[in-house]
């Protein structure tokens, strides 16, 4: 009896280290489980990680243009800063031409200036707007001009017949095409009003051909067309990087900066109609939004800031107009 008594105490330490044991085992498995899900609710899903699924719009996405949804054609390389066009030019003739800085609807500050000496020699123009998105000239001394002059940036157009020195009373906009000062989205055209050409995204540079066909170049890469007075915009062609359009009755160009070893400056390149390419050669890039470009006839004149470049051969060549 005594013996047993004795043995009493190593029967009850072993039993305890025994369900010490198997308790430590589930608790390492109720630890280990309660991890695995703690991690999988804290895991990002593929599209939140900046990934889409077949299908899902992206923001390289346009739509409402024409009936025409695109996606555009992704890339490794990060996408240029898009930067609406702000200092544009409007030509007459191989002499003449009309050139407007935009401004801001904040601050103001438009120019207005012509030349008759191919691009040499520039004379600035009072303009009737401190803001200016448009000038359509059609001498040295008639020409339209759509802007505002004031903060709210509403739009109206301005004639002179006498190089500015007098302005018309305003007129609307209900017939001419223009960018509007207040969202970057907006085009306003001939006879329909407001519209969405790019979609959601911005209108970077507009160049007209006439009353019904014009082009648009967009933030999402994608240069849109129109020929029934901008109705419906189908996409032309998406060019990467491109910061201006030309548009003309033979076909629509794209300006594109170029660092190859065949061009250094910027590439003009047909999108539509001839597939033709020339090179405008400069030293240095040119700040963005100050790029634009005009055709008449197999003249085209390109403004590159304070400068201005001519082709007199179809865009073949290039030469700059030094005073």
């Not at 609307?172 to 207040?182: E, G, N, P, V, Y």
């Not at 594109?256 to 003009?268: I, Y």
Request: charged letters at 15%; proline letters at 6%; hydrophobic letters at 35%.
């Amino acid at each position: 009896m005594l013996s047993r008594i004795t043995r009493l105490p190593n029967v009850a330490l072993a039993v305890l280290g025994v369900v010490t044991l198997v308790l430590s085992i589930f608790a390492l498995r109720s630890s280990t489980s309660s991890s695995e899900a703690l991690a999988a609710t804290t895991s990002l899903p593929p599209a939140a990680a900046g990934t889409s699924s077949p299908g899902t719009p992206t923001a390289g996405s346009s739509t409402n243009a024409g009936n025409e949804t695109s996606a555009g054609t992704a890339s490794q390389e990060p996408a240029p800063t898009p930067a609406v066009v702000t200092d544009s030019v409007a030509a007459v003739s191989t002499t003449t031409a009309w050139r407007i800085t935009t401004g801001t609807c904040a601050d103001g500050g438009a120019t207005l200036e012509v030349t008759t000496t191919g691009g040499r020699n520039w004379k600035t123009v009072p303009t009737p707007y401190t803001r200016l998105v448009r000038v359509q000239p059609t001498s040295a001394t008639d020409a339209f001009v759509v802007g505002s002059a004031d903060t709210g940036c509403g739009l109206g157009v301005r004639s002179t017949s006498d190089g500015g020195a007098s302005w018309s009373a305003e007129g609307s906009t209900a017939q001419a095409w223009a960018r509007d000062l207040k969202s970057p989205t907006v085009l306003h055209a001939p006879g329909v009003g407001s519209r969405h050409p790019c979609g959601k995204a911005d209108v970077l540079d507009f160049s007209r051909a006439d009353a019904t066909h014009a082009a648009v170049l967009c933030s999402d890469v994608a240069l849109r067309t129109t020929s029934d007075s901008g109705q419906t915009w189908p996409v032309a062609k998406r060019i990467k990087g491109a910061v201006a359009v030309l548009s003309s009755s033979n076909g629509t160009y794209a300006v594109t900066p170029s660092a190859s070893a065949s061009c250094q400056g910027l590439r003009v390149t047909g999108a539509t109609g001839g597939a033709s390419s020339s090179c405008v050669t400069l030293a240095d890039p040119a700040p963005p939004g100050t790029v634009s470009g005009s055709i008449v006839g197999t003249t085209a004149w390109l403004r590159v800031g304070s400068r201005t470049f001519l082709s007199t051969d179809g865009l073949s060549t290039w030469k700059e107009a030094v005073a």
